[in-house]
């Protein structure tokens, strides 16, 4: 299986910051990374696939880059609504594999 | 608008089978090449279970392959999971999803772009 890693864990921001949030594939997943927000007892949701492609509605605030194993979620200037946890996941292959999560935390 | 929902026992019992129905609404589940499930255990992070396609080939998480199937049913625009002989660490919350293939640069990637609420299921005695 292909392990997606993200660290931190949590990460504390104020609002306006900009904030980087990494993710790092165990092998070249090329461009097959999706980002999703999840807020506490919500489902998750999708923000950007194919590593840098923003979903319709998204904030143009949140952008993603990076291909092969190292890849970055940018949200430019924070929210309140922002605060909330975000998962990489590959669909590089099967079995499709999801990050830890990082939580953004109010500082 | 299509919607997804999740229905089901809420309780199961140890070495008990789970079994989830996924209620597609506002469109055919035809129209869709895959659907999925996905669940989180309590504070845990997230969990692929498998796949189904529109046609009804399957691929499942080789960590639950044994244990788990999932079905479609056309006549009831509803896709299903079930879940043999589980345990108190199957306790999570179960979603359903849609898988949408995005084209870009000559390139076809996969998400899941639309998510059920989900539903938490318990298994204890």
């Known amino acids: 299986d292909i392990q997606m890693t993200q660290s931190p864990s949590s990460l504390s921001a104020s609002v306006g910051d900009r904030v980087t949030i990494p993710c790092r594939a165990s092998?070249?997943?090329?461009?097959?990374l999706n980002w999703y927000q999840q807020q506490p007892g919500k489902a998750p949701k999708l923000l950007i696939s194919a590593a840098s492609s923003l979903q319709t509605g998204v904030p143009s605030r949140f952008s993603g880059s990076g291909s092969g194993t190292d890849f970055t979620l940018i949200i430019s200037s924070l929210q309140p609504e922002d605060f909330a946890t975000y998962y990489c996941?590959?669909?590089?292959?099967?079995?499709?594999?999801f990050g830890q999560g990082t939580k953004l935390e109010i500082k | 608008q299509v919607q997804l929902q999740e229905s089901g026992p809420l309780l199961v019992k140890p070495s008990g089978t789970l079994s989830l129905n996924c209620d597609v609404s506002g469109g055919s589940i035809s129209s869709t090449s895959w659907w999925t499930w996905v669940r989180q255990s309590p504070g845990k992070g997230l969990e692929w279970i498998g796949e189904?396609?529109?046609?009804?080939?399957?691929f499942y998480n080789p960590s639950l392959k044994s244990r788990v199937a999932i079905f479609l049913d056309r006549s009831k625009n509803q896709f299903s999971l079930r879940l043999t002989s589980v345990t108190a660490t199957d306790t999570a919350k179960y979603y359903c999803?849609?898988?949408?293939?995005?084209?870009?640069?000559?390139?076809?990637?996969?998400?899941?772009?639309?998510w059920g609420q989900g539903t938490m299921v318990t298994v204890s005695t």
């Open positions: 092998e070249n997943i090329g461009s097959y």
């Open positions: 189904i396609s529109r046609s009804g080939s399957t």
């Open positions: 996941q590959q669909s590089f292959n099967t079995p499709y594999t």
């Open positions: 999803a849609r898988e949408t293939d995005y084209y870009q640069s000559g390139v076809y990637y996969r998400a899941f772009d639309l």
